[in-house]
């Protein structure tokens, strides 16, 4: 990942994050390991007010998560066939994307 | 004198190969057109340098064309499944978890699997503090041991369930309520399932138990239910000779009062 070397996610620009998956499929890895990371108590600690939902569910849906930006901008990404590097990816990209100031600001 | 020492100095500065090779090989390696007679070194430089040592440029051809191809895979690395499959042997550890495993589906009736992306230690004690109140136990084992288990016991269905960071809350009786409050306080525990007396339960399956009334008020239930069946046939079929006795009773009350007012009117006649 060429994007930031710290393996926390900065969680600044995220109001909530809703991961929703059915527990006893065996698709819903990539989307179990997304939610450890996001969830771990470092990324937890880099904005206090984003909630990170999560609901078990028994009806062989596919994995969904879904999150909401502070400007009302929604990520929708469904993990059924989605590795956890790839959905950190494009999460953590939106991320930077959204806000510049502050990593730009840390970068220099 | 200085002719000599320049001779000298040159011979000294320009190394030559051995003497017999040049003479036996004089006339085979110019043909072979190898390693050239004089190597010009001037300052002596060593063969064992900490930089890399500039190759020369024939022997830089040569490790050019002799360099490694590997084979090309005629299917992608994932394509196809290993033919072997390697078997590890389980180490002792492995074997002693295992039986504390077992011992633990013995004994527990109540087994939840529930995954906790963070807790920090404080976090995790402040839990077992409050589960522990209520007689629940909290484990962890590791994933491959579980897995494993799992897969050779009858309990192979809980397997796609262990993954990432699990772990296993405990207890002797199924006292379901007290633990979902207790994990309710901690946002970041997701319950994911349940082995609850060797039958196994999703989460909203252990909610819906959890809402059950105990077996006595159940029982009690059933047994109403029952009865109420009964006695409705049973008043259905008296319900004709009741109201005629009824009917009788009101005749009977209505005589006796009409006797009683014609007796009081025939006194006061008198």
Redesign the interface.
Known sequence: MAASRKATVVLKTVKKIAIQFS????N??ST??F??????????ATNINCE?I?T???DKSEPVVDITYVDGERLLMKGAKLTSSEMLNTFQSLCTAKDPQAKTAAKK | MSVNAAFLRHFRNRRFLSKMAATLCVKLLPKQGWLPLTQSVRHGSKAVTRHKRPMHFIKQKLMAVTEYIPPAPAAPPGAYPRETKSVQEETPLMLILKRNLEKVFQDCKMIAVV?D????AEDMMSLRHRLHKHDIKVKFFPNEVMRSFLNNSIYC?MA??I???TVLIVSNEPKVKEMLKTLRGS??M????ACIENSLL????VLSYSKLPSVTVVQGELVSGLTMMTSRTASLLQRHPAHLSALLQQYVKQQGTDAAAAAATAEEAT
């Open positions: 527990a006893f499929e065996s819903v890895r179990r390991e939610l450890a990371k996001v969830g771990s108590e470092k990324a937890r990170v999560s078990v569910k028994h | 995954q992306s963070s807790s920090s269905n796609p369930l993954f990432g960071p946002p970041q997701t319950l994911l399932g999703s989460a909203e399956g």
